[in-house]
């Protein structure tokens, strides 16, 4: 008998050793173990050769991890994407469905990275991006807990004189508003703030022309590069004197480059010097209690060791130390809201930070990636289903000598070509979108062609594309085993056919998903819209007053009324959709002492409930009859409840410490945001302390013609202002313009969804029909109507798509219920919406599916069966 | 001159080399390890056996066939090496910086050494 030795060390030889070298070791091991065995026994020829096959293990003999080291790669690879490309060209339909789908979903990713990336470097433009802060403060009014920018004109020099040694800058500063620019003949209108000297340093502004000192001087003013464009030209517009507001002039001391769209202080245009502010107004100097008004916001740069919470936390007390007893029950709390969180979490309730714009980002970056994901997922299921095809390709290549990771470089290569092919594509797409894309989300965003980190993400991102797409059917289809694929008994069992499945089920269930997101929010804004407004909007407009309008209030009433342009003109302190006057200091009989109110206290003129046409649901409106109107209010329903008056009208409230009587109730008026309750609110009379003028125009009469007719009025006593006005309705519409953001942005994503779904399925549908054709052949000869044959093929996918409508469904309705209860004016989700979800989804894909379906049914049994 | 590296042959590779050409048409891996152990006394390892034979291979300096199978090798044939000429050159070269060397020692410095021995 021959002798053998041990198995397992020659197996273990057998597996590291190099290819090339096995043959012929194995054989002198072989030949030295049986001359041992004759020689000195069995047993030490077995050691010697354990101990051969340990010594022989070094490099050199050990094989290397890639057998074919010295093939030249660049054939290798050249025949891979010849390869790709041949089968490319070979299936046109399938290649055409996978790049267009994975092309959809990557323009969908690339805008939405776009968009992303926009979100995430927003501020960060600045030098001081992570020193800047606003100061702002939570305070309790009504017992409930608000916060605001704004803060009382005192608060930096307070915080300068006691916490200076935490700050760089410490600066108070206005609201960024409209202001009128006079240079001879240009007249026109720009933003900007009044800020101290030190915001040059602080917002690390580039001065372009004139010296950065230029705040130091109280009649001075800094412009934006493009607002002396527009004054001066090429003209060098340093000490050029400009009329500000048709008030004072001011010498221009420097000018600075524009700051970048994605910034904050975007609108900051012009900046004038604070000590102007101050001249300008000189009743804040006048002020009894500076700290009890709040009208200006502060910004501040945090010295480079100090630290955010510390300082925070150190300044808190910082406005209630200055103020008297009764004002300490809005226990102002003053905190550092850092430049990072300005825009992405700007949002406070009851004094917590709960975020904000950041809530989208997430949302839109989800989407996004799910997108993307159904293109994928249509190549991974288009690639297995033809899997069979390929795999007698794959049988023949093994055989011939492919190693595995050949195959696998093999169909990686071909999916990361059809990636860069959607890549090109994309980009192409993407270029063309991305104009409607910026107006739905109100950006203006550019394709960095030039920056090459974008190139670098964008290839890498599609590498990453291409490999995910690509990885089920490499591993799947290069596992293949020759022998039974060649022979024949290669059958893909009903396993095979499950992950496929799985996977039309996920997408289907997200663009179902995506469906009912965009009809609630729809139904959410539509309910909203459909509030009550208290008053009319149409036809109301709203003007910007000054001193020379409001002085030639009458003059111009009476000429636009006999003109018949306008059926009202009125002041007021706001305009009807926004809040821009709060008071406390309200007194009634059986107030809670402890209660610190705070209500929306609007200044107006006799003639403003007509003009907006207000609803009196008891009392009635100012009215000049009446010399005692002067101290009046008019409150609206949630104040009559809020007060807690049974029978309001001749009540008393004191404001002030002045007696006002209650002369009416109106409905309540929607002012502020749609989704919460409407504010107690009340008006009183006032010549001085109007902000607009709200005007009702003709509704018998064109609009556009009345508006000009106003205009031309508006010139003829106030020549050297521009003429501003606004559209009340269109004011209103833009309070939904974030969840109409949402709305549409969701609906364009679950287009594209669908879409990419379908063609998926459509793919799929026509794979089926084509590896039932002989099926279909011998059904249609044994007498299977085209109806029976269409059902038969439709079945599988409408049994998926009613599982995947499951899904989804339970899973909208908990995200979009909790969705809703961010609102606290929400509508509900009513059954009809899912109803209508999936069997909408039913639809379309009986349609996609009973395209190829009908197709297949109706191909003469002779060509079906005769082929081959 | 010529540069070094052009032949470079290891002490163990020189031995080896040699030995194929000692062997001449008979010279495979077991061959070459007996006749080795027997000449010079001293045990050799298949694996060092086989790796310079490898790089001996891979330098050119030696090549080789295929050969007959023989009832002990269980199927696997038997490898014979030959020297090229660009292994005989290698010798050569390694053969001759020897001899320059040995030329070059001045009498007087291996009888001092002698002397110093005893």
Redesign the interface.
Known sequence: MKELPPKLFRNFFRWYCHPE?V?????????????RVRGSGKRKADLKFI??VV????P??IRPVTVETNVNQYDMVKSYFKVGWRNMLRSKGYSAINISGLAIGMTVALLIGLWVFDELTFDKHFNNYDRIVQVMQHQTYNGQVGTQVANPAVMAEEIRNVYGSDFKHVLQSSWNNNHTLTFGEKIFSKTGSYFEPGVVDMLSLNIIHGTKDGLKDMNSILLAESVAKSYFGEEDPINKMLRLDNEIDVKVTAVYEDLPENTSFQDLKIIMPWSLYLSQNTWIQKMEDPWGSNFTQTFAQLNENADLETVSTRIKDVKINQQGEEERRYKAVVFLHPMNKWHLYSDFKAGVNTGGRIDNVWLFGITGIFVLLLACINFMNLSTARSEKRSKEVGIRKSIGSARGQLITQFFSESIMIALFAFVLAIGLGFIALPSFNTIAGKTISIPWSSPLFWLAGIGFTLVTGLFAGVYPALFLSSFQPVKVLKGSFKMGKLASLPRKVLVVFQFAISIFLIIGTIVVYKQIQFAQGRPLGYTADGLITVGVNSERHKHFEAIRTELKTENAIVELAESGSPTTEVWNTNGGFDWEGKDPNLAVDFPNNAVTYEYGKTIGWQITTGRDFSRDFATDSTAFILNESAVKFIGLKDPLGKILKWNGENYTVIGVVKDILVQSPYTPVRPAMWHLSENSENVFIIKLNPNRNAQESLSKVEEVFKKFDPTSPFDAGFVDEAFAQKFGNEKRIGTLAAFFAALAVLISCLGLFGLASFVAEQRTKEIGIRKVMGASVNNLWQMLSKDFVVLVIIASVIAIVFAYFYYKNWLEGFEYRTTISWWIFALTALGALIITLITVSFQAIKAALMSPINSLRSE | MQPMKKYQLGEFEEVVILTVGVLYKEA???SI?KEIETRLVRNV????L??AL??LESKGYIKSF?GE??E???G????YFQITALGKKAMEYSRSTRDDLWKSIPKIALEVKMVGYE
């Not at chain 2, 390892?45 to 060092?48: D, E, I, K, L, P």
């Open positions: 070298m043959g012929h070791i194995e054989g002198d091991m072989m030949e030295l173990y049986a001359e101990r051969d010594l022989l293990c070094r050199g003999i | 495979y891996g077991v390890k390892s298949m694996g060092a086989h790796t490898k790089r295929d199978v023989t002990d090798r269980a696997r044939p038997r490898k």
